[in-house]
């Protein structure tokens, strides 16, 4: 394969599952334009149909879904594909969520409504394989990496 084509053959798998449809849409196009080759999914079922047919290398996850909670949606999509790194969103995150998502494994948890640029520097930070950055102290600035 020339080397001008090879990024086409690897281009970082992103999945997003967010029954936000503007939000969903937002990421796609952000995501698209980075470089990366998108799975979407507005519900934990088509999610996790996405991660049994699919290898996906990185999943950006709502916590709050009509059908399900992402975090159980992310340890499922982790028990089919061991190493799957996920970023979990919530727009009513409690140090008790953040806790729970993080003790299944996320690799970050932010909460919404969130600006674009860090959410771009996690995807990229969990695609290339690096440790989590450690989550902000309750009360302090949210995070922007």
Request: glycine share 8%.
């Amino acid at each position: 394969v020339p080397p001008e084509n090879q990024t086409m053959l690897t281009l970082p798998r992103l999945l997003i599952l967010d029954d936000d449809d503007a939000l969903r849409e937002t990421l796609i196009e952000v995501f698209s334009r980075e470089g990366y080759s998108i799975f979407q999914a507005d519900s934990a079922r088509r999610a996790l149909e996405i991660v049994r047919t699919s290898c996906i290398d990185c999943s950006i996850l709502d916590v709050h879904l009509p059908d399900s909670c992402g975090i159980g949606v992310f340890r499922e999509a982790v028990q089919l594909q061991p190493g799957l790194r996920g970023i979990l969103t919530s727009a009513a995150g409690t140090p008790a969520l953040r806790g729970a998502a993080m003790e299944a494994g996320a690799f970050f948890f932010l909460d919404k409504p969130f600006r674009l640029e860090p959410i771009l520097g996690l995807v990229a930070r969990a695609v290339r394989g690096e440790s989590r950055p450690e989550l902000p102290a309750p009360g302090s600035p949210p995070w922007i990496g």
